[in-house]
């Protein structure tokens, strides 16, 4: 049960949705001419590798390479959107992923250090600092997102990561993939990405609040050499919750993570439920022919 359950992940791209099962991928991408454009590749050889089921250590690998990933869907989309033929690949895809990942460490905790510094400085002692640190990135990421989700373009990709979460649940649930049928299905999905930044931040909280003793340059330092290691545990969290999720207690305690998943999701349109459809039977297609 916990191969199917993990098996299948997905992403939102411009005009299009990325699906990701355990050999394969596919790129289903809405041509401005009304054409679904279809980009299938196998996977690379670390999502089959013995890595997969080391716990903790799986996580930060993985995240890395999807990460990846997600940039190459990226280019892919907006070159057929744009009729271009760039390629993002090699070093200048990893470059890009580099500055990406940089910026958002940059934003989303060594800013929310500099306010619990500047809180610190003004009064409040050592544990207090960390607690408006982790607060204040709390707020930063929510309203990062909500502040994005009113962007005209963005609202489109939430409406594709919308129905890639159905296309989830509807094949999770034995259902037949047609549009109507996907579009009962609900918007949220425990593995969902958005998950995963709420619970990375709510472990940053409570380990970065044992750093702020110490010498200025080791909390800093150590909030960075602690994201890997928040990122495997935060993903070990969600991959359990998916397999437990018939538990009323798990059900209890993901609701969170649901719930912030209304920021990054919205109601798709038939047309694109389609794209996500043909996306994912194009990626088991490929899955079934290795």
């Not at 997905?10 to 009304?34: F, N, S, T, Y």
């Not at 390479?65 to 070093?91: C, F, I, R």
């Not at 890009?96 to 809180?119: M, N």
């Not at 129905?163 to 999770?172: D, L, R, S, Y």
């Amino acid at each position: 049960m916990e191969d199917r359950i993990m098996a299948y992940g997905g992403q939102a791209v411009l005009e299009g949705v990325l699906m990701r099962g355990q050999k394969a991928l596919a790129i289903a991408m809405r041509a401005p001419d009304g054409q679904i454009v279809v980009h299938t590749e196998k996977l690379s050889g670390i999502y089959r590798s013995s890595i997969t089921k080391i716990a903790f250590l799986r996580g930060t690998i993985l995240l890395w390479d999807a990460l990846g990933l997600g940039m190459k869907a990226l280019t892919l989309s907006a070159n057929v959107q744009t009729g271009e033929d760039e390629k993002l690949e090699g070093p200048l895809l990893y470059g890009t992923l580099a500055f990406s990942l940089a910026f958002g460490i940059g934003l989303f905790f060594l800013v929310p250090y500099g306010v619990g510094k500047l809180g610190q400085s003004l009064g409040l002692d050592v544990w207090s600092a960390a607690g408006l640190e982790g607060i204040f990135r709390l707020v930063l990421i929510v309203g990062y997102m909500w502040a994005v989700g009113q962007m005209s373009d963005i609202k489109r990709v939430f409406q594709y990561h919308g129905a890639e979460h159905k296309t989830i649940n509807a094949f999770e649930a034995g259902a037949e993939l047609t549009p109507e049928n996907v579009a009962k299905f609900p918007l949220e999905h425990p593995r969902c990405g958005t998950s995963f930044l709420l619970t990375l931040a709510v472990l940053s909280i409570l380990a970065f609040s044992f750093l702020h003793p110490l010498p200025v340059l080791f909390q800093i330092l150590g909030r960075i050499l602690l994201i890997p290691v928040l990122a495997g545990i935060a993903l070990e969290y969600i991959r359990w919750m998916a397999n437990h999720i018939s538990s009323p207690f798990v059900h209890w305690l993901i609701q969170p993570n649901l719930a912030l998943q209304k920021l990054t999701t919205r109601e798709p349109d038939l047309k694109m439920l389609e794209v996500s459809i043909r996306s994912f039977t194009e990626m088991m297609a490929v899955e079934k022919s290795q």
